[in-house]
């Protein structure tokens, strides 16, 4: 039995999730089977790029990460209520030559928060309204805990300017960095543009995973803030997303022994 599967993205050269799978092959006895990293551009990609690439690689499923989580939704035959409702998808499962969509990061973003929240962490500010930012806002909201938006070009109600970002630092004491900057070849950067507003009571969560610490998480550390890297997000999410692939092998019973 083997599986073969992929990650579609721009850019994807730095992503650990081949070692990630491969491990997770070799745990669940899955011998001969692959991950491959994919890079398609914004203006590439198209259902019919999808399917081909589904049929030139024999592919059981593949996974989506940024900048595709949002726009590959139309191209998909189906989506779950879940992902429906984020508006984002990361997990791609073919069945009889159609697509079906998922989003198992809201769920991995929620368990990995969780052990860190503290009574004063009522309220977010998200960085970044792409996929991941609507996973992570979903997420929030299921836990009870209030947020915004922070954008360049703010668009709506729930949306700020990272100017006004700062002044609000103050009550919001959870920050999230859904965006790439941070990562390659942004790792000089950080998207958070004063740390000085933020102190012991606040935690940084970078959805980032590679580098660790990031400019972001370094620079909030240093003002002690309680920090969290996108490790453990990328472990639980992976996790999820393979027992939806497995699902193409084994019975939801068998899938919960992973």
Request: glycine share 8%; with cysteine; hydrophobic share 45%.
């Amino acid at each position: 039995m083997t599986m073969k599967l992929a990650l579609i993205g721009h850019p994807v050269a730095h992503s650990q999730s081949p070692a990630l799978y491969d491990a997770m092959f070799r745990r669940l006895g899955l011998e001969g089977s692959s991950y491959s990293l994919v890079d398609i551009a914004p203006e590439e990609l198209n259902r019919e790029r999808l399917l081909r690439l589904v049929d030139e690689l024999g592919l059981t499923g593949f996974n989506v990460t940024v900048p595709h989580k949002v726009a590959v939704l139309p191209m998909l035959d189906e989506v779950s209520d879940e992902a429906r409702a984020i508006g984002a998808v990361n997990t791609v499962v073919v069945r009889d030559g159609r697509l079906y969509g998922y989003n198992t990061d809201a769920g991995a973003f929620s368990e990995s928060l969780v052990p860190h929240l503290q009574p004063c962490h009522t309220r977010a500010l998200i960085l970044g309204t792409g996929g991941a930012a609507r996973a992570v806002a979903y997420a929030l909201g299921q836990l009870g805990i209030e947020y915004l938006y922070v954008s360049r070009c703010p668009k709506g109600k729930d949306m700020v300017p990272y100017s006004e970002a700062l002044r609000l630092a103050d009550a919001s004491r959870l920050v999230v960095n859904a965006t790439p900057v941070g990562m390659p070849p942004l790792q000089a950067l950080s998207p958070w543009p004063d740390a000085s507003v933020l102190g012991p009571s606040h935690l940084c969560y970078d959805l980032v995973y590679t580098p660790s610490p990031t400019r972001f998480l370094a620079e909030a550390a240093a003002r002690g803030a309680a920090v969290v890297d996108g490790k453990e997000m990328l472990r639980l999410q992976a996790e999820h997303s393979i027992k939806l692939f497995m699902g193409m092998f084994f019975s939801p019973t068998d899938c919960k022994r992973f």
